[in-house]
Structure formats: C-alpha cells, structure tokens
C-alpha cells in the first residue's frame, strides 16, 4: 500500500545542502523518490543519484528518444509524421516525471 507522505518530511531533506553535491547533483538516501525538483523549481526536475534506479533510468530515456529519433529518421521529411512522434513523447516524459515526484512512503 503506498501512502502519501506530508511534503516537509520531504523538504527537510530537499532543502537540506548537504544533500546536493556539486551544487545541482541531488544525492539523498533517505528522500525515496526517484525524481524530484531542481533547486530552482522552474528549471524542471533532477533525478535522486542515491537511488540504485537512476542511472538505468537515464540510460533507458536516453535509448527511447534515441530509437524514437531513429524511427523519425527513417521516414525522410515526413515534419508532420515527426511532429505526431515527438510530440506524444515529450508529454510522456513530463507526465512520467510529475508522476515520479510525487512524495510517497511506503508502509
């Protein structure tokens, strides 16, 4: 059963310096969520390296838009065909991460 935890339990470890390395490399193993805000929270989202699923994660990100790439390239200057491509991806991937950040516990 997963449930929600209250944001400052999150946000001591959030705002916490100590947990970002290098100033923008966020490095927490108490924080259980896999992605989370940058510091600067308009900038979009970073992903929690003290995580072991983090590194696969970017590599398996990394090889869908590649592949996703590849797919488009195939079809020469179909624009309106890269279009419908990229653009269901890049809602996926906003979605997926808004969907990663939220604080959960599990218990």
Same mark, same amino acid.
């Given at each position: 059963?997963?449930?929600?935890?209250?944001?400052?339990?999150?946000?001591?470890?959030?705002?916490?310096?100590?947990?970002?390395?290098?100033?923008?490399?966020?490095?927490?193993?108490?924080?259980?969520?896999?992605?989370? =805000?940058?510091?600067?929270?308009?900038?979009?989202?970073?992903?929690? %390296?003290?995580?072991? $699923?983090?590194?696969?994660?970017? =590599?398996?990100?990394? &090889?869908?838009? $590649?592949?996703?790439?590849?797919?488009?390239?195939? %079809?020469?200057? &179909? =624009?309106?065909?890269?279009?419908?491509?990229? $653009?269901?991806?890049?809602?996926?991937?906003?979605?997926?991460?808004?969907?990663?950040?939220?604080?959960?516990? &599990?218990?």
């Amino acid at each position: 059963m997963v449930i929600l935890m209250a944001n400052p339990a999150f946000d001591r470890h959030y705002y916490n310096p100590g947990n970002w390395k290098l100033g923008f490399i966020y490095f927490c193993p108490s924080d259980k969520r896999l992605i989370v =805000s940058k510091r600067i929270r308009a900038l979009g989202w970073t992903l929690n %390296f003290a995580r072991p $699923l983090a590194v696969p994660f970017v =590599s398996f990100v990394g &090889a869908l838009v $590649l592949a996703i790439l590849d797919l488009i390239g195939s %079809f020469g200057n &179909a =624009s309106d065909f890269q279009m419908a491509c990229e $653009l269901p991806l890049i809602l996926g991937l906003i979605a997926l991460c808004c969907w990663l950040a939220k604080p959960r516990h &599990a218990g």
